[in-house]
């Protein structure tokens, strides 16, 4: 039969987080681990429950009751700070009292941190150094998932921009405006669309050549540009055909301006290689108020007509869309 | 090969000659990139035309480079998550020989998709080790050389490392451990990892 003593230093090596009590509560023997984790306290002859508080199973409140207990999963934290969690198991000893083996459970991360426990720390069959070994190593893992994945994020973004924009010019494209309008339309927002039609720009084309056009072009993106404030949104629909949507603007005096401004900006001649390239613009604005809501064929259809009655009129003007013009179409 | 493998190779060269010289080295392997992703993986052959146009790039043998590139990876703050996983596996230098046995199967936990050679620690007396690394990754040999090297730093032993020549293709290196706490090592707690 051991002695007392000798089942102590049996369990030292084999369970270095084991509590030995007696019939009465006290700690007869503790493991070298968990002493470690409470240097100051005197074990042997403490009280179990001054150690420890039992958390689960709720009805474990006695020392008679944890002695019943015998191979049930029991949960408790140490009494002081930090009140680090155990799980335990008990199994009785012959002379009335109970042997509990205790493990760190989840807070085993914490608890190395907490206490600085090393290998030594934990019985060599134990497989918390694997566990440990296998939370950092998935986390670097993760880590560099994680960074993929926010590049291909960024590259997804970047390739969207892209596809919404005219490569020409740096305005939007067709496609970037039907989600623009969309999206206006369906906030119940007040806005005007005016459509932009470039006069004489083909006569530049023919006689100076492609690259002049596309310099025009180019020039004509940055005067929209610059006569537009940032909530608003310019596209470039066609070669030379442009869309404005402006938003949270309705008043006819100031569209007016506004297109009155692009029109003379534009017939600004524009230099290139020399030559100096001479155009103009017809404009057609409809508003985007009121009751019924229009949906969006029929708004850009509204500011076409407006544009062809300019156009008709003497090109280098701006009107706005009016009823009778369906007529006139 | 797996994009991890590439990524040491990329951090190793922009790390210890710069990234211009990497963008070289990437211009002239032609694979139409120059940033390797860790998580993918990338065809064998990419991998072998960045390691022969290392070598005409950084004019420097291409053994020499891998060994170095085993010790950049313990000793280089960049990889300090690696030489954490390696030192999980022994208190002491020869515990870690030790585990080296484990080393593909422990990758493989971590990142399902790494295969590494297999590798095996022969005790030949007191002190006296081999460690035999299985072909199917050329140079792996020159890596772990400079791995174990580096990792005799980490904790302050006093090693001497030799390549013993081939068996059965497989290459050798021979391990004499001479004294252990030689100097000072690096500090290792399993709770330094901040998750």
Redesign the interface.
């Known amino acids: 039969m051991m002695t007392p003593q000798q089942l102590s230093d049996f369990a030292s090596k084999i369970c270095p987080m084991h509590v030995i009590i007696d019939a009465s509560g006290k700690i007869t023997s503790a493991g070298p681990t968990l002493r470690k984790l409470r240097p100051e306290l005197e074990w042997d002859g403490a009280d179990f429950f001054a150690v420890f508080t039992m958390s689960r199973p709720r009805w474990v409140r006695t020392v008679k009751d944890m002695l019943s207990s015998a191979g049930a999963k029991l949960h408790m934290n140490f009494d002081s700070e930090p009140q680090t969690g155990l799980k335990a198991v008990l199994a009785p000893l012959p002379d009335g009292g109970g042997f509990l083996n205790m493990s760190f459970g989840i807070s085993v991360l914490e608890a190395v941190q907490d206490y600085d426990l090393t290998s030594a720390d934990f019985s060599p069959t134990d497989l918390t150094i694997e566990m440990l070994y296998l939370v950092e190593a998935k986390s670097a893992a993760m880590e560099a998932s994680r960074q993929l994945n926010m590049r291909l994020q960024g590259a997804k973004i970047a390739a969207e921009e892209q596809a919404f924009t005219d490569t020409l010019t740096g305005l939007k494209n067709r496609r970037a405006m039907d989600h623009v309008l969309a999206r206006m339309i369906a906030a119940g927002r007040e806005f005007a669309l005016m459509h932009v039609d470039l006069d004489f720009f083909k006569q530049v084309n023919d006689t100076m050549g492609h690259a002049a056009g596309d310099a025009v072009l180019q020039r004509v993106a940055q005067v929209l540009v610059e006569c537009t404030r940032d909530a608003d949104t310019a596209v470039r629909v066609g070669g030379d055909e442009f869309i404005l949507l402006l938003d949270g603007l309705t008043d006819p005096s100031k569209l007016e301006n506004i297109a009155n401004r692009l029109i003379q900006k534009l017939e600004q001649p524009i230099p290139f290689e020399g030559k100096m390239c001479q155009i103009s613009a017809s404009a057609g604005t409809t508003l985007a108020k009121g009751a019924p809501p229009r949906d969006a064929a029929t708004l850009i259809h509204e500011a076409d007509l407006a544009l062809y009655a300019a156009k008709n009129a003497g090109r280098g003007r701006h009107l706005f869309y009016q009823p009778h013009m369906e007529m006139a179409g | 090969m797996h994009g991890?493998i590439n990524k040491a190779i990329q951090a190793f060269v922009t790390d210890t000659y710069g990234a211009d010289r990497w963008r070289s080295v990437m211009d002239l392997a032609g694979l139409g990139f120059v940033e390797f992703?860790?998580?993918?993986i990338y065809p064998d052959d990419q991998s072998h035309k960045v390691l022969s146009a290392m070598e005409t790039v950084l004019e420097r043998p291409l053994v020499e480079m891998l060994e170095d590139m085993g010790t950049f990876l313990v000793s280089n703050p960049q990889a300090e998550?690696l030489r954490?996983?390696l030192r999980?596996g022994g208190?002491d230098y020869v515990e870690f020989l030790y585990s080296l046995d484990d080393l593909p199967d422990?990758a493989r936990?971590?990142?399902s998709d790494l295969h590494l050679p297999a590798l095996e620690l022969i005790e030949q007396g007191p002190g006296q080790f081999e460690l035999i690394c299985a072909p199917g990754l050329p140079g792996f040999s020159n890596v772990m050389m400079g791995i174990l090297r580096a990792m005799a730093d980490d904790y302050g032993d006093l090693v001497i490392l030799d390549h013993a020549g081939q068996r059965d293709g497989a290459d050798i290196i021979a391990v004499t451990h001479v004294e252990s706490q030689f100097a000072e090592g690096r500090s290792f707690?399993?709770?330094?990892?901040s998750?």
Do not use: K, N, T
Not at chain 2, 37 to 40: D, I, S, V
Not at chain 2, 189 to 193: D, E, F, K, N, T
């Open positions: 991890l992703e860790a998580m993918l998550a954490r996983l999980f208190v422990r936990l971590a990142v707690s399993l709770g330094a990892h998750l």
